[in-house]
């Protein structure tokens, strides 16, 4: 029976399905909606349903709604900001010809998350864990590389896009991580569910502000297709539920090492659903992955 200290590892594989469910619903609208609009929907979207989950939490738990302290806003606004940069960056990899390239130095986050971890919240990670943290992301890199990919190693442009992304990405959980413990005097689940919900306001106030300023059309269109946006903001925060209250419970590089295993997710749906075969390289990556994230909770 998994203790509470141990929860971490089914919130982060819920989290990680849960996220595969939301890109797929967001790639679908992205051909109406463009990159940015469908990026909104996961705030915009999902708001509404983080103030459900933080209702039901608090009704359940019996827990008073936290006011955050003054420390509180700088790890949020670290979490936030970054996220959005993050994404930016992501969405820019994804036109650029060397996107193989990139999106494997994309895949560095969790080594990054792990520096960051220790540098700003002291998260406290032994020799296994790193070699754990290493060994999955090399697994991670091999598996996404494609034949040809190699030479886009030696350009300068990808290698920062993907570089800089990883480490928004890694900066965005660590700031969430630090908002989360400093709400005191509360349960994990409420202090979880507060950062959700203030999280996901300030990302909503500030790309809608961006979209009304510069494409206000897109936003008409976001409220034209509430239907299915409603459905992909559901996912959004459901998944982002489970990130946080496995970030309240464990060092962030933790929570996205194991996340890696949505490489997994992608590559049994690529070979069950569209029949296509491993390369003896995709074989390979995996055994590393299933390695390293292994050991990672073993130790």
Do not use: H
């Not at 520096?115 to 002291?122: Q, S, T």
């Not at 943290?133 to 598996?143: F, K, M, N, P």
């Not at 059309?217 to 998944?239: C, D, E, H, Q, Y």
């Amino acid at each position: 029976m998994l203790s509470i200290a141990t929860l971490w590892i089914p919130f982060t594989l819920i989290a990680s399905l849960g996220q595969v469910a939301r890109n797929a619903m967001q790639r679908s609208l992205t051909a109406r909606l463009g990159t940015w609009g469908a990026t909104n929907i996961r705030f915009l979207f999902g708001f509404p349903f983080s103030l459900l989950f933080l209702a039901a939490v608090l009704l359940a738990s019996g827990d008073k709604l936290p006011w955050p302290p003054a420390s509180f806003w700088p790890w949020l606004l670290l979490g936030a900001l970054s996220q959005i940069v993050g994404t930016g960056l992501m969405l820019l990899a994804m036109t650029d010809r060397s996107f193989v390239v990139t999106t494997a130095y994309l895949k560095t986050e969790a080594i990054q998350t792990a520096v960051f971890g220790f540098v700003f919240l002291g998260d406290q990670l032994t020799g296994m864990k790193l070699i754990a943290i290493l060994v999955a992301t090399i697994g991670v890199v091999v598996t996404a590389l494609r034949p040809g990919g190699e030479k886009g190693f030696a350009e300068l442009k990808p290698t920062v896009t993907g570089l800089v992304a990883a480490a928004s990405f890694a900066l965005s959980a660590v700031g969430y991580r630090g908002a989360i413990i400093s709400l005191q005097g509360t349960s994990f689940v409420t202090a979880a569910t507060t950062t959700l919900v203030w999280g996901l306001f300030l990302q909503t106030l500030l790309l809608t502000i961006y979209l009304v300023w510069r494409a206000p059309g897109v936003l008409k269109a976001i409220l034209s297709l509430w239907r299915p946006s409603m459905l992909a903001g559901f996912t959004g925060a459901f998944a982002s539920q489970f990130w946080f209250l496995a970030f309240a419970l464990t060092a962030a590089a933790n929570v996205r090492t194991l996340a890696l295993v949505e490489v997994l997710f992608a590559q049994a749906v690529s070979y069950y659903s569209f029949k296509q075969p491993m390369s003896l390289r995709e074989v390979s990556g995996i055994v590393l992955i299933v390695g390293g994230v292994a050991l990672l909770i073993a130790v």
